[in-house]
């Protein structure tokens, strides 16, 4: 990500004008390396974060939710001691590096004022916030860093705090228009043009590095010794009409998006990077979102990443144990249709039986074969019946042989039921934890994943974990609304997000008039046309139809047949799982499912 020093500058810039003598009213430390810091000034109530992440290391205002931990970290603890009332005196960017020093004054025990600092650095894996007293010590740090990880910088509580060694690099305050072209016009070496200028100047970054070749080139992967006199001196020009930019204010929030369709054919604009100027050399490939302020960009940036990525990491091992359970019942029932293809054929057991019994008189001892006349068969031409040979246990006498024969087949016969059974219980099971995995596939926000796996422990499925989180709530959790649209024509129309939604929405939200639409032989979202004693028109109901059908495993479908009817014509499953239903005297209809007209119905 771009977040150099120049970025750095400009959310200090912008962060220095809103925070004007504010006071450090609160601390926390949401995330083993994040805090929030909460400002109040005359320009009203802000909300500061500061990450020292070694993947995503920044500083922004931020209006987004954080859960703070039940009992305070010891590094927030001892932060709340010297800073928690401090007014700040001032934010700077020393040695024009990727630092921003915060400077507070504080009051210490004794009633007396001093100067404390508060350095956030923000570089990569090396990122850290560390806290300066008056006299330069430090006071304790986020990451220690003692001697045997570096041994020319220390970060230790009681040393003094040195920065980092300035990289042998340009700032952009020791850059001139002559010092950049007489750099370019001399170099001689053989380097990737991006990779030169990031060698070059501490201020571009890799994106802006690559965003300069492409401007001179037309390509992010030209060489610097390609480039002949007349593209030296348009190198030249452009970086000095970036720094002009740069230092005449003219910069400005850009996000970078990226236009992605998931694994479940849902397309999106994902956030991939951000920059302080319009970014051409993604050539119609990427959008670019201009926003209000630097803060703003970021808080949306990180805010959508974050919770995608925490989504997906907490339904993975829901998904993994519905992939499980869903998998071993698979393979039971295979077996099962094996068994009980065995127990159909089951008729050669009465047979052996009867014709053991026929030939009682013809046995003699205890055999372990026996040559048997069929009497139930038709006789030949010549008057004979057929003989069989049939195996016998020798343990036991013909008599005894023959009930075995028809207990083997009583029990093959009683197998048969039970099988049958057994195999409708487990086709039922599947289709529900089916509907749960496309529940999971949709699923858009961490209190979604809470009520499925509330779900699963109800029907049996969690593991003990679950289950103990489960039973040791005091309230039973309210459960989310249902997905909210309203139609062309003013009709509201609801969408279960799951199957305890779509049975508390059939059930027990719907009257028996109001209509019901589902996608047909698919799991999917019971969606609820609210219809007030009235009669849905055709563009409410094509646009219920087209809601059912994007919230549906069928979405990726170029057509989809969906099915409505009355409420009332909807009953569940006799010994169905959560949101099973039977539905009757249905229409059907076929909808091309469409993600940017159900987008411009929702509501909530």
């Not at 020393?94 to 009633?111: K, Q």
């Not at 330069?136 to 003692?146: E, S």
């Not at 970014?279 to 119609?284: A, L, S």
């Amino acid at each position: 990500m771009a977040f150099d020093t120049i970025f750095i500058h400009s959310i200090i810039k912008e962060m220095g004008e809103l925070l004007e003598g504010a006071r450090l009213d609160k601390i926390a430390q949401p995330e083993r390396d994040e805090l929030i810091f909460s400002f109040h000034s005359r320009q009203g109530n802000r909300r500061l974060l500061v990450s020292a992440s070694s993947n995503a290391p920044r500083l922004h205002f931020t209006s987004s939710p954080k859960e703070n931990p039940q009992t305070p970290p010891m590094f927030c603890m001892l932060m709340r001691k010297h800073f928690q009332g401090a007014r700040l005196a001032g934010i700077t960017q020393p040695n024009e590096d990727r630092i921003a020093c915060f400077e507070f004054d504080c009051v210490d025990e004794l009633g007396e004022m001093s100067r404390k600092k508060i350095v956030a650095e923000l570089m990569g894996r090396y990122s850290n916030i560390i806290l300066v007293d008056g006299e330069g010590r430090i006071i304790d740090c986020l990451k220690r860093v003692d001697a045997e990880m570096s041994p020319t910088r220390q970060i230790l509580p009681g040393l003094f705090y040195r920065e980092p060694s300035p990289m042998n690099k340009l700032r952009l305050s020791e850059c001139t228009d002559e010092c950049v072209e007489e750099k370019i016009l001399n170099e001689v070496e053989d380097v990737a043009l991006d990779k030169w200028l990031l060698d070059r100047f501490s201020w571009l970054s890799p994106l802006m590095c690559r965003e300069v070749a492409y401007r001179v080139t037309g390509s992010t992967s030209g060489r610097f010794t390609d480039l002949g006199p007349t593209l030296r001196r348009r190198l030249s020009s452009e970086i000095s009409a970036i720094m002009m930019d740069i230092r005449g204010g003219q910069t400005a929030p850009y996000m970078i998006l990226e236009r992605k369709t998931d694994a479940n054919g849902r397309e999106s604009l994902v956030p991939e990077d951000f920059c302080y100027t319009a970014i051409r050399q993604y050539e119609g490939t990427r959008e670019v979102k201009r926003f209000d302020s630097f803060c703003e960009l970021l808080d949306e940036f990180y805010s959508e990443r974050e919770a995608h990525q925490h989504i997906v990491q907490r339904s993975q091992s829901i998904v993994k144990a519905v992939e499980g359970a869903r998998g071993r019942l698979i393979k039971k029932i295979a077996v099962q249709r094996d068994e009980l293809i065995t127990a159909r054929n089951r008729e050669h057991f009465k047979r052996e039986g009867d014709l053991i019994t026929a030939n009682l008189h013809a046995i003699s001892g205890r055999p372990s074969e026996a040559i048997l006349t069929d009497y139930y068969s038709e006789p030949d031409k010549n008057g004979e019946y057929p003989v069989y040979t049939v195996k016998l246990d020798a343990r036991y006498t013909p008599h005894h042989n023959a009930q075995i024969a028809y207990k083997k087949y009583q029990r093959a016969k009683n197998a048969e039921k039970m099988l049958l059974e057994l195999i409708a219980n487990g086709e039922r099971e599947v289709e529900y934890l089916s509907s749960v995995l496309d529940a999971l596939s949709r699923v858009t926000s961490v209190a979604e994943l809470g009520e499925i796996r509330e779900e699963l422990y109800q029907n049996g499925y969690a593991s003990q974990k679950w289950a103990k989180t489960a039973t040791q709530k005091k309230k039973k959790e309210k459960l989310l609304p249902p997905l909210e649209y309203l139609s062309s024509t003013g009709m509201t129309i609801y969408a279960g997000r799951n199957n305890r939604q779509n049975e508390e929405l059939t059930f027990k939200t719907a009257s028996k008039n109001d209509y019901w639409v589902h996608v047909q032989h698919e799991h999917g979202s019971h969606v609820i046309i609210r219809c007030l004693g009235l009669q849905p028109d055709e563009k409410s109901l094509e646009e219920a139809c087209i809601i059912a059908a994007c919230n549906s495993g069928a979405r990726k479908n170029d057509k989809v047949s969906v099915d409505y009817t009355f409420v009332r014509n909807v009953s569940r499953q006799p010994g169905g799982k959560t949101g099973m239903v039977f539905y009757t005297d249905y229409r059907t209809a076929v909808v091309l499912p469409d993600e940017t007209t159900i987008s411009k119905l929702r509501v909530k």
